[in-house]
């Protein structure tokens, strides 16, 4: 039944019958078409406000709660539903774990339409909460309002906000007092952080203005307890920069790391700045099974430690060493599956297109006194050619590890050339994974999948499919 309220329309009496995309769920309207919602979970029937009407398909809220799914629970953050992360904090980790599985057989089976093997298990987070290393928070004189707080007539008070973006909203945070993502002194730290700049009058960011002297926040840890605290500044006010660095430090000693950046561009990027070191060392180092690994405020790592060290055995087993094998890490980042490997490889070639991190993958296997491993930068779609190939050897495993947008057509061809015994493919993104796969299928045939979530209460999955030569 739908019923209309000026230009909206509510659809009553509506079952979810699945988990979408980007951590929406999907139930179908009465006139056929497919309905995406926010904090429902499949089984829960609900009315259903529209708020956006496309051709195929309408984008709505549940209004209204009629029954709730014997999958539901109750979130335990004060802040669900609105920071927009924890998306699915309110289904079952079971269920969670049900509909990662299925999203990833669904985009190999109907993106890639390849033969299949029978998939292994998901493998679950031991830790559903307090997971992440690496957090990032934003400043901001204007804090993101309730629509109770817009409605009353009561003096706000204070509104500056340390926190997350709203959704699709770039310049409204959301302030934060307890988030359940990366463990304590997390927390305190941040929260510390605000008070501080409270009373001290210090100013937060105006993104609307570009004025304010306090903008971002990151937070790095690790298994071995580093901390790393790095703030941006926009305005370059030493006085005030360092009375709060100093707080930090005397009231969290076990900083490790202390650093800051002046800001001052259009956006928060760290990547093109000039990072200072205020207290301790610039890195903070990570430990998997004897190895340190050092990360530095730029460093990408796998933001979720415990279940990166699972992912990298499952990678190591679906390769299967011997000790004989020359082994090519394409997309090595620092190099933390090419080092992890070795023990079990006769030579290990990194490629990574960021210069830094090969830098980081270097000094690391020289802090590991790792010899058989060799890291080269480049563009993979230009430096994994037949010339590199000839002058380091045919490699008899590839393992291969994209961002999102998967592996450049070239690189394929390229590996379809050169046709290892067996390529190794880790992905984020199953629905470019299962377009690789495809265009590899001619030559190689998968004969072992298994998903890994990385990241408990969200919608994103891990993969890792083994392609062995026809």
Known sequence: MARKITNKIVFDHIKVLDAGAKGVSVAKAPDGKVIFIPNVVPGDVVDIQTLKKRKAYYEGKAVKFHEFSEHRIEPICEHFGVCGGCKWQNMKYSQQLYYKQNEVKNHLQRIGKIELPEFEPILGSEKQFFYRNKMEFGFSNSRWLTQEEI????????????????????????????????????????????????????????????????????????????????????????????????????????????????????????????????????????EMEGLKFSINAKS????????AYELYKITRDFAGL????IVYDLYTGTGTIAQFISKKAKKVIGVESVPEAIEDAKANAKRNEITNCEFFVGDMKVVF?????????????????????????????????????????????????????????????VTRVRPVDMFPQTHHVENVVLLEKR
């Open 385 to 445: 050619n037949e010339a590199f190939i000839a002058q380091h050897g045919k490699p008899d495993v590839i393992i291969t590890d994209p961002p999102r947008d998967g592996m450049h057509k070239e690189v394929v061809e390229q590996l379809l050339k050169i046709e290892p015994q067996k390529i190794v493919y880790v992905s984020c993104n199953s629905a470019t994974q299962a377009r690789d796969l495809a265009l590899m299928d001619e030559k190689y045939k």
């Open 322 to 325: 011997t000790g004989n094998e």
């Open 151 to 286: 409605d009353s007539q009561d003096d706000l008070g204070n509104r500056n906000a340390l926190g997350f973006h709203i959704p699709k909203m770039w310049d409204k945070i959301l302030d934060i007092n307890k988030c359940h993502l990366q463990e304590d002194p997390s927390n305190a730290i941040r929260n510390e952080i605000r008070e501080f700049a409270n009373l001290n009058n210090l100013t937060f960011f105006n993104p609307r203005g570009h004025e304010g002297l306090l903008r971002t926040l990151m937070l790095r840890t690790v298994s071995t307890g580093e901390i790393m605290v790095l703030i941006q500044f926009f305005e370059d006010d030493k006085q005030n920069r360092e009375l709060l660095l100093d707080h930090l430090f005397d009231k969290f000693p076990q900083i490790t790391s202390l650093q800051y950046v002046i800001n001052q561009k259009a956006n928060d990027t760290l990547y093109d700045t000039n990072i200072k070191l205020y207290k301790g060392r610039d890195y903070i180092l990570e």
């Open 300 to 307: 990408f790592y796998q933001t979720n430690s415990d279940q």
